[in-house]
């Protein structure tokens, strides 16, 4: 049973870095995402979003701000969710579910200029596109490359 009040979205802080290094995945996931451990150093305008449950680190994700994203959206108030993952020991207890329904309020607390979450997740991750349906995001019929396959152009008003 989900217990929606103990996952928290925060920013990233140094206190989470051994947690976020612990992180694995199973290669059937890892082949669409990175791992944490991959952003130590972060970019302005790329915004660390560490998953809590419980206050431990489950999962992660980032939103960039940084530069606009042709392809995704011609809104200049959009930020672009990327790399999103629940550590595979973590996985099944819905994590990702719960951080995602959270995300609209921690996104107009936290970026009050964005208007929107765009996004692309690989065709072939069937699991990813339906959770993303199921939590507020519409398919915007576009696609582009990736690195995997091609990818679904998802969006979310903020």
């Known amino acids: ?9 925060v920013r990233y ?11 694995q995945l199973p290669e059937d996931q890892s082949r669409f995402t990175t ?9 302005e305008g790329k915004h660390r979003i560490v998953i809590l449950a419980d206050d431990r680190p489950v999962g992660f994700f980032l939103l960039i701000s940084s530069y606009r994203f042709e392809g995704y959206t011609t809104n ?23 951080a995602l329904n959270k995300l609209k309020a921690f996104v107009q607390e936290e970026f009050p200029d964005c208007s929107e979450i765009v996004l692309s997740v690989n065709l ?9 349906e ?4 519409q398919d915007t019929g576009r696609t582009i490359g990736g690195p995997a396959g091609e ?5 979310f008003e903020v």
């Open 35 to 43: 791992l944490p451990s991959e952003y130590e150093n972060s970019d």
């Open 76 to 98: 200049q108030h959009a930020m672009l969710l990327t790399s999103f993952s629940i550590n595979h020991k973590e996985q099944g207890k819905g994590r990702a579910k719960q």
């Open 151 to 155: 990818q679904c152009i998802m969006r």
């Open 13 to 23: 802080a140094k206190n989470h870095i051994q947690d976020l290094h612990s992180f």
């Open 134 to 137: 199921k939590t507020g995001f």
């Open 124 to 132: 072939k991750n069937t699991a990813a596109r339906i959770l993303y």
């Open 1 to 9: 049973m989900e217990k929606s009040n103990t996952v928290r979205l």
